[in-house]
């Protein structure tokens, strides 16, 4: 249990639907993080948030909205996508400022497949 | 892109042989992480080596860090089956900001 919990761990989805991963951090950071992996390929960052302002978005399509409410909380809305959005998905957080270890802590990740 | 390369991408030993794996990156780096990752989970950090230092140790862990080479090598020693895992590199030159994640070492320990 690292404190970061991801739902729904498994998601199937047509390329019309709507969808959203939820993110939920009990550890008390203040940044967070959407990784991408997919299958032989490298963590692909997709989004930053730090104390709820976005500070990354790594040229990710709009078909991935994200939404950080606050600094516990974080979405990935998802709509229109296409198969090879297939994925697993990954949230990440890290208690930046004076304390920072540099250390991320990930959730267990929403497995996407895009039908 | 300063994105690290793990080799070998695939690693198969025994129990209680040890284990290393590399990692190379191409741009300038403050610090360097190892995490590991079981099957379809999340990651996990290992270890973190800043770019001042050149040696490391957290228990069965040994990492090193050539920043002339641009390369850091992450040492098991006295492999176990539960060691079975996916290993990453991930190199920082933004604060912590944007780790870059290399393409990982699948490491399988038999008993």
């Known amino acids: 249990e690292t404190g970061v919990t991801q739902t729904p761990r498994h998601l199937v989805m047509g390329m019309t639907n709507k969808k959203s991963l939820k993110c939920e951090q009990h550890?008390?950071?203040?940044?967070m993080y959407w990784y991408k992996q997919s299958a032989k390929k490298p963590l692909e960052l997709m989004f930053v948030?730090?104390?709820?302002?976005?500070?990354e978005n790594n040229s990710v399509p709009s078909r991935f909205s994200p939404e950080c409410p606050n600094s516990s909380h974080l979405f990935l809305h998802l709509h229109t996508l296409q198969p090879e959005d297939s994925a697993l998905y990954l949230c990440a957080s890290r208690l930046s400022g004076t304390s920072d270890t540099g250390e991320l802590f990930f959730g267990e990740g929403s497995r996407l497949t895009v039908l | 892109s300063q994105q690290g390369e793990e080799d070998p991408q695939a690693l198969s030993i025994q129990e209680g042989e040890n284990a290393t794996m590399n990692c190379s990156y191409k741009?300038?780096?403050?610090?360097l992480q190892w995490y590991r990752q079981n099957s379809g989970r999340g990651l996990v950090h290992l270890i973190l080596?800043?770019?001042?230092?050149r040696e490391k140790h957290s228990g069965r862990l040994r990492v090193t860090l050539d920043t002339s080479k641009k390369s850091s090598s992450l040492l098991i020693t006295a492999s176990r089956a539960a060691d079975t895992a996916s290993y990453f590199c991930a190199t920082d030159n933004t604060g912590f900001q944007k780790l870059v994640f290399g393409t990982g070492t699948r490491l399988l320990v038999s008993p």
């Open positions: 741009t300038s780096i403050n610090n």
């Open positions: 080596i800043r770019s001042n230092e």
């Open positions: 948030y730090n104390f709820k302002e976005q500070t």
């Open positions: 550890l008390g950071h203040n940044a």
